[in-house]
């Protein structure tokens, strides 16, 4: 189970446009390693700064008391929306492996996993 | 010092159904790699998953047989990982809002490994608590080859339960006793076959040792993925052993993720950084939560089935079967039923349980189904053994005929002409030939060697081509050769 959500810190904040807009810190670098990105220490800054932006909006969302609002179409989503145990029809292999860029013996062939 | 181990098991059960846990492909072991397949489970771009329901239920049912609370909304995650096995780079699984919370399971005496029942006797009935059960998707299957690894997806999101216990066990002996419950009370629920072989049940163990009678947990150590219960219990009884010497000997346990190698009967490292257990979990955009009140909980409470040890001790109470003839026949519902069926043709259900226990089974190894013989002969079978009619030599030799083509009973044996001879008249007049037929034992009875009159019943034996009852034979050997 995960320990720790979206590495974020929202201590502090600016007035902008007017409104009260808090800054969040976001942890570039370790982000960047859980996507496998390799990013240089110039693109860390710019991705981190244009990040914190759109990461201080939401969370101006987050001020919104929304507790007692219910969703649209929350009503009907009462309603399960499941599906019977039924077999539908699959792919044939070869539709299967088609874009598959190396395969042998119906298989997909990836660079050796390490355990 | 003395050293305990806290336990705790993550049980990963692959469900029965028809279809794969988000779209309609087969839930198929064995089939040609890669060839259950659609957008869906390929995770191609734009494709949609629906929630199978039946996987749902099975889920709700496991919870209701093992008391767990079933709340009113659960929802669906993400876990995102990198790993070739799963091709969407995450695998749908529940965080926060699984389907059931709690629960616990009960460990009978029984359940423990055979050579541990003995000790077991203290810590029967404990109750191992529950954290949570979910429901996720399983992943592909990966083969590891000389220089790249090939992938079969067929596996690739198949329902797959998560039992999560807490970590109350102490012993690598409570723990096979608690994945024997389990598996028992799974197949009960008729929601997995729990079949080893087939990968059905896999297990995460994690382990930590702290000096008797301290609170603080140690430090845990993870060993993924064992495929079966003696495997658990022999990985466990490993590492508990090398984490006391380890600590014992003023070390310190790491936190590590282990894998098994039962070949060695040692544990390995595995190589995954730390750092990928961040799995950053988010709510599944593409579904809706499920509200698990009405159709889903009825249908999962309407199937809720009698559970083994409620089982075992009605037909130890209704039949007079001792405990380990009740556990034995209710070690899965369909032989408990044929017993079942037996017994109320029978005047005689402890003759019964006997015969489908010493004989019928052993016969029968090889069909997993108890069909080959219909129940009301066994019953009847038991009865003429029981009344002393047939011998349990010719019950045996009658079985075997019933095994080939089921008949009544009576009539195999009239037609062989089996029937135990246990009518005195007839005997006795065999066993004054016997007296006629051979002075010598008699006079060596006479003299006070008792075994002499082994003879004699032999010949009684031979006369009725083993037909007469032994036991009346002695004693009307004994009666005859006291006469003057």
Known sequence: MAKRAFPLLPETGAFRYGYFVPTVAIDVAYVAELARFRLSPEEIETFGSQLEQVLAYVKKLEEVEVREVALIGEEESFQNRLRPDRPLPELTRSEVLENAPQKADGLFLVPRILE | MTYEAVIGLEVHVQLKTETKLFCGCRNEFGAEPNSHLCPVCLGLPGALPVPNEEAVIQTILTGLMLGSTIPPRAKFDRKNYFYP??????????????????????????????????????????????????????????????????????????????????ADLTTPEEAFALLTTLREILRYGKVSDVDMEKGQLRCDVNISVRLAGTEAFGTKREIKNLNSISAVRRSLKHEIQSQIELVSSGGAVVQQTLRWDDARGETIPMRTKEQAHDYRYFPDPDLLPIYTEGRLREEAARRVPELPEEKKSRLAETYGLSEYQASVLASGPPLADYFEQAARSSRNPVAVANLTLNDYLALRQDSPEPVSVPPEYLGELADLVSDGRLNSRQGREVLAILIQTPRPPKEIARERGLAQISDTQALEAFCREAISASPKSVADYKAGKAAAINALKGFVMKKTRGQANPQRIHELLELLLREP
């Open chain 2, 85 to 166: 096995d799963m091709p969407k780079n995450y695998q749908i699984s529940q965080y926060d809002q699984p389907l059931c919370l709690g629960g616990g399971v009960t460990l009978p005496v029984l359940s423990f490994p055979k050579d541990a029942q003995k000790e077991a006797q203290a810590l029967a009935n404990k109750k191992v608590r529950l954290v949570r059960i979910h429901l996720e998707e399983d992943v592909g299957k990966s083969f590891h080859l000389e220089s790249c690894s090939g992938i079969d997806f067929n596996r690739a999101g198949t329902p797959l339960m998560e039992i999560v216990t807490e």
